[in-house]
């Protein structure tokens, strides 16, 4: 019956995988074929072992980065599946931006990959489960939360009654816009006051697992976890689908991210110096 189906569906609905264009043989409900998901791949480079930042001149004794060392993160540690370019970015898009929203599930799985590399950190703890959340304009712009959808997926692959999900303890109180082309001075202070707890007798005592899509800078969720501290979280973690990567060239701003500049029409830091 299976055959006889994806017979049908390329029969009638031909369409072509929507990153590499090659035609879609079988029924899929994600546009995106096997060889391009296959060709994501989880994160093998040195990275920080507090935010998840790469080590440009990693050192055999240190594992922390220039950033991590100078001041400390509000979190215990950030954990990411992938680099956030090539394929993973358009998948993430698809979902964001596409709204094909059986991406947030192949998303989920990535993310719960991320997870358990804080295995041996959790100690098999109950969490709460908290997406970074949207403003409610933008809530209502894009109909749905990302960071939400692929936290519920990500809970399938978890076993039942370690993490509760819970939506409504973070409330991003002020639009605060696109962070990109800020300065960190500027993105702290865009931030500041943006989130607020509610239902802080859920948050008291508790180990707080973060969930984003991606971590740009580090910023949204440095300032999510400040006010999660506040309400009495006892230990956060930060988990996202990817995590935008520095180079050599500029330490804030990715090959990947730079493209980001060019889609939306923001200029880059050096043209706005």
Known sequence: MRTAADAFFVTTFPCNCRF?????????????????????????????????????????????????LREEK???????YGSYDG??????????????LPVAAVLGGMLADAVARLTADLKDKPLLVVPVPLHRVKLRQRGFNQAELIARAMLKHQP?????????????????GSQ???????????????FAAEKTELISGREVLLVDDVLT???????????????????????????VLRTGSNPM????????FVATGVATPAAQA
């Open 180 to 194: 990109i082309g800020l300065s960190r001075d500027q993105r702290l202070h865009n931030l500041r006051g943006a």
């Open 87 to 100: 394929a993973l970015r358009n998948l993430i898009h698809l979902l964001k931006y596409d709204q094909v």
């Open 74 to 80: 509000p979190y215990r540690r950030a954990v990411a």
């Open 253 to 260: 701003l990715s090959a990947e991210l730079e493209k980001e």
């Open 160 to 176: 039942r009654g370690r993490m509760a999900l819970s939506c409504r303890v973070l409330h991003r109180r002020r639009n605060t």
């Open 20 to 68: 590499c264009t090659a035609p879609l043989t079988a029924l899929a409900r994600v546009p995106v074929c096997d060889d391009c998901l296959q060709a994501i791949q989880h994160l093998q480079e040195p990275v920080c072992s507090v935010c998840g930042e790469r080590l440009l001149n990693p050192q055999p004794d240190e594992t922390r980065c220039a950033e991590c």
């Open 217 to 243: 800078t580090g910023t949204t969720v440095s300032e999510c976890a400040r006010v999660l501290q506040r309400a009495g979280a006892t230990r956060i973690w930060v988990a996202t689908v990817a995590r």
